[in-house]
């Protein structure tokens, strides 16, 4: 057993994110598709408050968007808050290599990632990630796909393959870490809002 236990109290879990090797990814959030997810306005709302969570927990946050010829621009509301997108054609965004690259850079070894098609694009993303030794994390109220069925499925999947489910609020307070942070009141002002009516 191990007895690791001392005056400081319990050594903090590997399990947990840090914002020290942590990035939030935002998957093809785009305005063609995201408008036939149910739930898209909660979804991006979710998406958002993570967003504005990373910037002042000071993670990298980056953002992709599927064939945006034929799909367009990642949603306004998103599109404002993130450098530009990676543009791809591939479901998975693997195929951004400068994207991850640059964040290995950063001794990044953990990937929240959030946005849709749970089943497709972010499904797949997950699965390179992990194949390649990463910590996969899936903001579960900030994934989405069109038909429940996929939606489910892929996460039944994805937790059978290691990638850690977790939601929006915990992800920000894993951020966090303690109430002693200087961050923590303007972290309290993202998770008192109130979600948007479907």
Known sequence: MN?????????????LMSRDDTALIVIDVQGKLS????????IIWNIRRL?????????????TEQYPQGLGPT???????????????RFSCGECGELFAGLRERKVYRYLLCGIES????????????ATGQRVYLAVDAIGARHRIDHDTALLRLEASGATMTTTEAALFEWCEH????????????IQEQAPEE
């Open 179 to 190: 109430a002693r942070d200087p961050a923590f009141k303007q972290l309290s002002k993202l």
């Open 119 to 130: 089943h497709v694009c972010v499904q797949q993303t997950a699965l390179d990630l992990l």
């Open 75 to 89: 949603v306004p509301e998103l599109a404002a808050l993130v450098d530009p997108a990676a543009a791809k054609t």
């Open 35 to 42: 408008g036939l997810i149910p739930g898209h306005r909660r």
């Open 3 to 15: 007895d690791s236990v001392g005056q400081q109290g319990l050594p903090r879990s590997p399990e």
């Open 51 to 63: 967003i504005d969570g990373a910037r002042l927990f000071g993670l990298p946050v980056a953002a």
